[in-house]
């Protein structure tokens, strides 16, 4: 059974990985080399994960064509978007909190490499879906 705390240590384990290439590359690079590095990390500390996956979207009952792409999902559990960016806007929160929603998962984490340190930077969102969760 998934419960909060499952979902709170995996996503401990995704921040760790990310830390762990960050400090193995650093900032400056691109985001898709730092999403090819963070994704085989993820699977070296054996993770189940999937890059690049198409969000759909319903309107109105109606499923519409759409470019959506989320970066990574974890364990069908945690979605990661990363960024390699100056500035984190709140757009990317929301770009986030979107998919959180479309895809009905508990939890997400806004990850941008092009920082001094990951910790700093890391944004954690948790949906309903979450609160939904028994916490042991």
Partial sequence: MITQKIV???AYKIVGCAI???KQLGPGLLENIYERCLKYELELNGLKVKTQIPVEVIY???KID???RLDLLV?????????AVETVIPLFQAQLITYLKL???PKGL?????CEIITKSLIPIVTNEFSKLPIE
């Fill in 8 to 10: 709170n240590d995996l």
């Fill in 20 to 22: 762990e290439v960050h």
């Fill in 60 to 62: 109105k009952g109606k």
């Fill in 66 to 68: 759409s470019d959506l």
């Fill in 75 to 83: 364990e069908d559990l945690i979605i990661v978007e990363l960024k």
């Fill in 103 to 105: 895809l009905k998962k």
């Fill in 110 to 114: 806004l990850i941008n490499f092009n």
